[in-house]
């Protein structure tokens, strides 16, 4: 590790990683407007507005019934030092009423909790078939609309 190096940088990589993975993007920001009949818009602005600090978008996004656990995975992924970038669906897997996607494009971090700053470290995939589990998304589609949930 380099002198003077944050040693909680990999750590919130971990955790950013670990909110997709739980749950699940061009970031081009949709100003709030999500095609929800569409799986693969609603992960990629799902993930924009968790990586991106948008938080109250992201609520419209995810199932009431998961609701509190996004709340608690948006204070986890500190806004201030994480970033997605030029995320975009890859793979769209749906199987009745639960779809899974694969998000292509990278997601960083810059420093630990708290909002410490250092080099970022950033997670880059351009494969539709990946099995990065922090570019992974789980909905559930109720009526025709799609949402974010976290399977048991």
């Not at 693969?40 to 978008?57: I, Q």
Request: neutral net charge; proline residues 6%; hydrophobic residues 35%.
């Amino acid at each position: 590790m380099a002198r003077g190096a944050d040693r909680r940088t990999p750590t919130v990589v971990c955790l950013a990683t670990a909110a997709l993975l739980v749950t699940g993007c061009d970031t081009g920001d949709t100003g709030g407007r999500v095609n929800h009949q569409d799986a693969g818009s609603v992960a990629v602005a799902y993930a924009d507005a968790l990586f991106n600090g948008k938080t109250e978008r992201g609520e419209r996004l995810v199932d009431p019934t998961a609701l509190r656990a996004y709340r608690v995975l948006a204070k986890v992924v500190v806004p201030a030092t994480t970033r997605a970038e030029h995320l975009r669906p890859g793979t769209v897997q749906v199987d009745g009423v639960k779809a899974k996607v694969t998000l292509l494009g990278t997601l960083c971090s810059a420093g630990g909790p708290g909002g410490a700053t250092g080099e970022p470290t950033c997670q880059t995939s351009d494969d539709p078939d990946s099995s990065v589990p922090g570019l992974q998304v789980n909905l559930v589609k109720e009526g025709r609309d799609w949402f974010v949930y976290y399977p048991s």
